[in-house]
Each structure stands twice: as structure tokens, then as C-alpha cells.
């Protein structure tokens, strides 16, 4: 069976700022239709089902802990499927070589 391995968001801010809290990314849409289910009991209760996501404009992309807002190198905001991608798949490799730059400080501290 084959499995696909999920990207990593790690958000800069949070790791900057905290070595405990990690975020997860979330999609920020406006003029969203969401369509919820629902059961009505005797007693007045709601019960809830699972939201159903229409229509929408996605606006950006951000960190679901600080709200840090995914970026492109110009500035704009990622809001494109392969922009978020790209974003990830970039900074997955920019932390893969600060840390091989920090395990070469490492070595050369201890010869």
C-alpha cells in the first residue's frame, strides 16, 4: 500500500518565539457558503454535523497559532494550491540546510 507523506507546516514565527507550540496551517476564506447539518431534539437541543464547505474566495493562508501569513517572495499573500506547495516544499529545505549548517558548527566546536 502505498502512503503519501505529509509536508510539515513549521511556522517560522512560532519557532522562533516557542520551542513547545507548533501550529497548524489553515486556509482563511471569505464569502463562504457552509452548509451544516442538523437534528433538532424535543427538549430544544442542536446537534451539530460535520460543516460542509460551498463557495469561497481563500484570502490567505496563516499559522492557526500566531496567525503568521504565509508569504510570497514579493510579498503577496499565498492563496493558490501550488503556491502553498511551493511555500512548504521551500521552506522544508531552507530548515534541512540550517540544520546541516548547524550540525558543521557543531563538528568544528568540538574538534
Known sequence: MYSKKELEFDCPN??????????????????????????????GEFQYGDEES???VIRKHQ?????????????????????VF?????????RREEGECNQTRRRILTI
Not at 511551493?86 to 531552507?94: D, G, P, Q, S
Open 14 to 43: 512560532c519557532r522562533e518565539n516557542s520551542t513547545i507550540v507548533r501550529g497548524e496551517l489553515e486556509e482563511v476564506a471569505t464569502d463562504a457558503v457552509v452548509v451544516t447539518p442538523i437534528k433538532v431534539f424535543e427538549d
Open 54 to 56: 460551498l463557495a469561497g
Open 63 to 83: 499559522c492557526s497559532i500566531c496567525g503568521y501569513v504565509l508569504r510570497k517572495k514579493n510579498g503577496d499573500f499565498v492563496v493558490e494550491q501550488h503556491e
Open 86 to 94: 511551493e511555500w512548504l516544499k521551500e521552506h522544508e529545505r531552507e
